[in-house]
Protein backbone atom coordinates (compact mmCIF):
# COMPACT_ATOMS: atom_id res chain seq x y z
CA UNK A 1 0.00 0.00 0.00
CA UNK A 2 0.98 3.60 -0.90
CA UNK A 3 1.17 5.90 2.03
CA UNK A 4 2.57 9.82 2.03
CA UNK A 5 3.16 11.42 5.46
CA UNK A 6 3.72 14.90 5.84
CA UNK A 7 5.16 15.17 9.62
CA UNK A 8 4.50 19.29 9.23
CA UNK A 9 0.66 20.48 10.38
CA UNK A 10 1.32 23.65 10.62
CA UNK A 11 4.09 26.21 9.82
CA UNK A 12 4.53 29.69 10.48
CA UNK A 13 7.09 31.95 9.12
CA UNK A 14 8.23 35.63 8.08
CA UNK A 15 8.23 37.50 4.75
CA UNK A 16 11.59 36.41 3.45
CA UNK A 17 12.55 33.25 5.05
CA UNK A 18 13.07 30.58 3.70
CA UNK A 19 10.89 27.36 4.35
CA UNK A 20 11.29 23.40 4.08
CA UNK A 21 7.72 21.58 3.74
CA UNK A 22 8.24 17.65 4.27
CA UNK A 23 7.38 14.56 2.59
CA UNK A 24 8.14 11.34 3.09
CA UNK A 25 6.34 8.55 0.92
CA UNK A 26 5.74 4.97 1.03
CA UNK A 27 5.39 2.28 -1.90
CA UNK A 28 6.31 -0.99 -3.08
CA UNK A 29 6.45 0.16 -6.50
CA UNK A 30 9.96 0.79 -8.52
CA UNK A 31 8.13 3.06 -10.86
CA UNK A 32 5.90 6.12 -9.45
CA UNK A 33 5.37 9.28 -9.54
CA UNK A 34 5.68 12.10 -6.78
CA UNK A 35 3.47 15.67 -7.17
CA UNK A 36 3.02 18.47 -4.83
CA UNK A 37 -0.01 20.70 -4.92
CA UNK A 38 -0.81 24.31 -3.39
CA UNK A 39 -4.29 25.08 -2.17
CA UNK A 40 -4.70 28.77 -2.06
CA UNK A 41 -7.76 29.91 0.90
CA UNK A 42 -9.90 29.94 -2.78
CA UNK A 43 -10.12 26.20 -2.94
CA UNK A 44 -8.98 25.16 -5.58
CA UNK A 45 -5.45 22.09 -5.91
CA UNK A 46 -3.14 24.11 -7.75
CA UNK A 47 -0.60 21.51 -9.43
CA UNK A 48 3.19 22.78 -8.57
CA UNK A 49 5.63 19.68 -9.59
CA UNK A 50 5.44 16.16 -11.09
CA UNK A 51 8.53 13.94 -10.71
CA UNK A 52 8.74 10.34 -11.87
CA UNK A 53 10.55 7.65 -9.67
CA UNK A 54 13.56 7.62 -11.91
CA UNK A 55 14.53 11.44 -12.10
CA UNK A 56 16.12 12.52 -9.01
CA UNK A 57 17.68 15.51 -10.14
CA UNK A 58 16.46 18.64 -8.10
CA UNK A 59 13.97 21.27 -9.61
CA UNK A 60 14.48 24.88 -9.37
CA UNK A 61 11.21 26.77 -10.66
CA UNK A 62 11.88 30.62 -9.54
CA UNK A 63 11.69 30.65 -5.63
CA UNK A 64 10.62 26.74 -5.33
CA UNK A 65 12.86 24.00 -5.08
CA UNK A 66 12.22 20.47 -4.69
CA UNK A 67 15.06 18.00 -3.45
CA UNK A 68 14.20 14.58 -4.34
CA UNK A 69 15.61 11.69 -2.44
CA UNK A 70 15.11 8.03 -2.94
CA UNK A 71 17.34 6.57 -0.46
CA UNK A 72 15.39 7.82 2.16
CA UNK A 73 11.93 8.23 0.37
CA UNK A 74 11.45 12.17 0.35
CA UNK A 75 10.53 14.70 -1.45
CA UNK A 76 10.62 17.94 0.22
CA UNK A 77 10.00 21.23 -0.85
CA UNK A 78 11.47 24.17 -0.13
CA UNK A 79 10.11 27.86 -0.59
CA UNK A 80 13.07 31.19 -0.90
CA UNK A 81 12.41 34.21 0.19
CA UNK A 82 8.82 33.46 1.16
CA UNK A 83 5.88 35.48 0.53
CA UNK A 84 2.81 36.33 1.93
CA UNK A 85 0.85 34.91 -0.84
CA UNK A 86 2.75 31.72 -0.41
CA UNK A 87 -0.06 31.10 2.62
CA UNK A 88 -1.90 27.88 1.63
CA UNK A 89 -2.14 24.66 2.67
CA UNK A 90 0.64 22.41 0.14
CA UNK A 91 -0.34 18.47 -0.37
CA UNK A 92 2.47 16.14 -1.59
CA UNK A 93 0.79 13.08 -3.31
CA UNK A 94 2.11 9.95 -4.73
CA UNK A 95 0.56 7.66 -7.76
CA UNK A 96 1.87 4.28 -9.18
CA UNK A 97 2.55 4.24 -12.68
CA UNK A 98 0.21 3.13 -14.78
CA UNK A 99 -0.32 2.24 -18.83
CA UNK A 100 1.88 0.62 -21.33
CA UNK A 101 5.63 1.14 -19.69
CA UNK A 102 4.24 3.02 -16.88
CA UNK A 103 3.65 5.67 -18.89
CA UNK A 104 0.77 6.83 -17.09
CA UNK A 105 -0.14 8.03 -13.70
CA UNK A 106 -3.18 6.87 -11.93
CA UNK A 107 -4.98 7.74 -8.49
CA UNK A 108 -2.92 9.82 -6.11
CA UNK A 109 -1.98 8.97 -2.49
CA UNK A 110 -2.18 12.84 -0.68
CA UNK A 111 -0.57 13.66 2.37
CA UNK A 112 -2.18 15.10 4.95
CA UNK A 113 -1.04 18.95 4.25
CA UNK A 114 0.80 21.02 5.92
CA UNK A 115 -1.05 24.68 6.54
CA UNK A 116 1.98 27.12 5.87
CA UNK A 117 1.28 31.18 7.11
CA UNK A 118 3.85 33.37 6.24
CA UNK A 119 3.63 36.90 8.23
CA UNK A 120 4.49 40.11 7.14
CA UNK B 1 -9.87 27.34 -21.40
CA UNK B 2 -11.88 26.56 -18.76
CA UNK B 3 -10.73 24.67 -15.93
CA UNK B 4 -12.54 22.25 -13.81
CA UNK B 5 -15.96 23.57 -12.76
CA UNK B 6 -17.59 21.90 -9.53
CA UNK B 7 -21.37 22.68 -8.46
CA UNK B 8 -22.40 23.70 -6.10
CA UNK B 9 -19.43 25.22 -4.04
CA UNK B 10 -21.37 24.46 -0.99
CA UNK B 11 -23.88 22.15 0.31
CA UNK B 12 -25.62 21.90 4.01
CA UNK B 13 -28.44 18.80 3.53
CA UNK B 14 -30.02 17.19 6.95
CA UNK B 15 -29.01 13.47 7.06
CA UNK B 16 -30.63 10.99 5.42
CA UNK B 17 -31.74 13.71 2.38
CA UNK B 18 -30.08 13.10 -0.92
CA UNK B 19 -27.16 15.30 -2.42
CA UNK B 20 -25.82 15.40 -5.56
CA UNK B 21 -22.59 17.17 -6.83
CA UNK B 22 -21.71 17.78 -10.27
CA UNK B 23 -18.45 18.21 -11.68
CA UNK B 24 -17.26 19.38 -14.97
CA UNK B 25 -13.65 18.29 -16.45
CA UNK B 26 -11.67 20.47 -18.60
CA UNK B 27 -13.10 19.84 -22.27
CA UNK B 28 -11.57 16.56 -24.10
CA UNK B 29 -10.30 15.30 -20.87
CA UNK B 30 -10.83 11.45 -20.53
CA UNK B 31 -10.04 10.71 -17.52
CA UNK B 32 -12.18 11.95 -14.20
CA UNK B 33 -11.37 11.90 -10.70
CA UNK B 34 -13.40 12.35 -7.25
CA UNK B 35 -11.89 12.41 -4.16
CA UNK B 36 -12.48 13.76 -1.23
CA UNK B 37 -11.22 15.21 2.22
CA UNK B 38 -12.77 14.27 5.36
CA UNK B 39 -12.03 16.82 8.28
CA UNK B 40 -8.63 18.20 8.09
CA UNK B 41 -7.31 14.28 7.12
CA UNK B 42 -5.97 13.67 3.82
CA UNK B 43 -7.34 13.99 0.54
CA UNK B 44 -8.68 10.35 -0.30
CA UNK B 45 -9.06 9.06 -3.42
CA UNK B 46 -12.79 7.86 -4.15
CA UNK B 47 -13.03 6.61 -7.96
CA UNK B 48 -11.88 7.09 -11.68
CA UNK B 49 -13.67 7.01 -15.22
CA UNK B 50 -11.80 6.47 -17.90
CA UNK B 51 -14.91 8.23 -20.53
CA UNK B 52 -17.83 7.18 -19.20
CA UNK B 53 -16.38 3.79 -17.63
CA UNK B 54 -15.17 3.07 -14.11
CA UNK B 55 -11.72 2.12 -14.07
CA UNK B 56 -11.10 2.14 -10.34
CA UNK B 57 -14.31 2.61 -7.75
CA UNK B 58 -11.86 1.18 -5.00
CA UNK B 59 -12.33 4.09 -2.88
CA UNK B 60 -15.99 4.53 -2.78
CA UNK B 61 -17.15 4.20 0.45
CA UNK B 62 -19.74 2.64 0.63
CA UNK B 63 -23.49 2.05 -1.37
CA UNK B 64 -24.88 5.26 -0.49
CA UNK B 65 -22.48 6.45 -2.72
CA UNK B 66 -22.91 6.68 -6.88
CA UNK B 67 -20.70 7.75 -9.56
CA UNK B 68 -21.77 8.58 -12.90
CA UNK B 69 -20.38 9.72 -15.84
CA UNK B 70 -23.27 9.23 -18.72
CA UNK B 71 -21.47 10.39 -22.46
CA UNK B 72 -18.52 10.61 -20.82
CA UNK B 73 -18.74 14.03 -20.28
CA UNK B 74 -19.69 15.74 -16.62
CA UNK B 75 -20.16 13.75 -13.90
CA UNK B 76 -22.42 13.88 -11.00
CA UNK B 77 -21.67 11.99 -7.32
CA UNK B 78 -25.12 11.36 -5.58
CA UNK B 79 -24.79 10.32 -2.29
CA UNK B 80 -27.99 8.68 -0.92
CA UNK B 81 -28.97 8.94 2.01
CA UNK B 82 -26.45 11.10 3.60
CA UNK B 83 -24.79 10.50 6.59
CA UNK B 84 -23.00 12.90 9.58
CA UNK B 85 -19.74 11.08 8.05
CA UNK B 86 -19.92 11.93 4.48
CA UNK B 87 -19.36 15.87 5.29
CA UNK B 88 -16.33 17.06 4.11
CA UNK B 89 -14.66 18.59 0.60
CA UNK B 90 -15.19 16.85 -2.36
CA UNK B 91 -12.92 17.52 -5.44
CA UNK B 92 -13.19 16.54 -8.92
CA UNK B 93 -10.29 16.44 -11.02
CA UNK B 94 -9.64 15.57 -14.74
CA UNK B 95 -6.65 15.07 -17.03
CA UNK B 96 -5.85 13.78 -20.58
CA UNK B 97 -4.16 10.45 -21.43
CA UNK B 98 -1.72 9.98 -24.17
CA UNK B 99 1.37 7.55 -24.93
CA UNK B 100 3.81 9.62 -22.86
CA UNK B 101 3.79 11.33 -19.69
CA UNK B 102 0.36 12.48 -19.26
CA UNK B 103 -0.60 15.93 -18.14
CA UNK B 104 -1.15 16.25 -14.66
CA UNK B 105 -4.81 16.45 -13.01
CA UNK B 106 -6.11 20.04 -12.94
CA UNK B 107 -8.18 20.01 -10.08
CA UNK B 108 -11.72 21.69 -9.36
CA UNK B 109 -12.09 24.20 -6.31
CA UNK B 110 -14.23 21.17 -4.53
CA UNK B 111 -18.17 21.46 -3.56
CA UNK B 112 -17.73 21.59 0.74
CA UNK B 113 -20.82 19.35 2.00
CA UNK B 114 -22.17 19.73 5.83
CA UNK B 115 -24.67 17.48 7.00
CA UNK B 116 -25.94 18.06 9.89
Known amino acids: AQKVTQAQTEISVVEKEDVTLDCVYE???????LFWYKQPPSGELVFLIR??????QNEISGRYSWNFQKSTSSFNFTITASQVVDSAVYFCALSEAIGAGGTSYGKLTFGQGTILTVHP | EAGVTQFPSHSVIEKGQTVTLRCDPISGHDNLYWYRRVMGKEIKFLLHFVKESKQDESGMPNNRFLAERTGGTYSTLKVQPAELEDSGVYFCASSQEGLLMNTEAFFGQGTRLTVV
Open chain 1, 51 to 56: RNSFDE
Open chain 1, 27 to 33: TRDTTYY
